[in-house]
């Protein structure tokens, strides 16, 4: 073998290397961006189940006498905005996940106001209905959590991806710059109202 020939193999080989390298980081790039948007997904699942229990419950409560209308209200319209607000999964941004996390965290806070008021109505807390909706409701919480988890850890994974070397160049070159936010607890969730169903 010559250098003539020499000149042009090791290009040609380093060539095939970096498209090698950005092949697969692509590759892998979109594996871990769906699991995000299917974690995305199942997190949203998740709160409408929590949306379809609370409609249950608010049925519940309706049924009591003299229970406070503007609460029920609350609960009622924070529900409906909350449903209206879902995420593009195909458009994922910061913006959009973060106007569907406020909307969730409205509910929750009319959803609290909502059992602490029901700690006024011994009689409705002993119903059958109210408590295997209470239940549900805290099923619901924990799945919620446990989703919100996984699509933290699937946003991890993804956002080291597209920042370690030499990723971060292919990320910019290919359009997966952008980094997704994690779930986190909501402003005051450190001090929640207890509730206490007995």
């Known amino acids: 073998m010559n250098k003539r020939h020499l000149f042009w193999i090791i290009p040609t080989v380093l060539i095939l290397i970096l498209i090698s390298s950005i ?32 409609s249950g419950l608010v049925n519940t409560v309706k049924g009591v006498a003299n229970f406070e209308q503007e609460v029920l209200t609350e609960v ?10 879902n995420i593009d999964l195909n458009n994922l941004n910061s913006s959009n996940i973060n106007e569907f996390t406020q909307a969730q965290q409205a509910l929750s806070g009319a959803l609290s106001r909502l059992l602490v008021t029901v700690e006024r109505y011994p009689e409705l807390k002993a119903t059958q209905n109210f408590l295997e909706f209470q239940s549900q409701l805290e ?11 996984r699509y933290n ?3 991890n994974t993804y956002n080291t991806h597209i920042k370690i070397f030499p ?10 710059g952008e980094e997704f936010e994690r779930f986190t607890s909501s402003e005051g969730s450190q001090n929640a109202p207890e509730i206490d169903f007995d």
């Open 76 to 85: 009622v319209q924070a529900r409906a905005s909350a449903g209206q607000t």
């Open 167 to 176: 990723n971060a160049i292919y990320a910019r070159w290919l359009g997966f």
């Open 153 to 155: 850890e699937a946003v």
């Open 23 to 54: 092949y697969g980081f692509n590759n892998s790039a979109v594996t871990k961006l769906e699991q995000v948007k299917t974690s995305l997904s199942n997190v949203e699942s998740s709160y409408q189940r929590r949306s379809d229990v609370i």
């Open 139 to 149: 099923g619901t919480e924990n799945r919620i959590n446990v989703e919100r988890n």
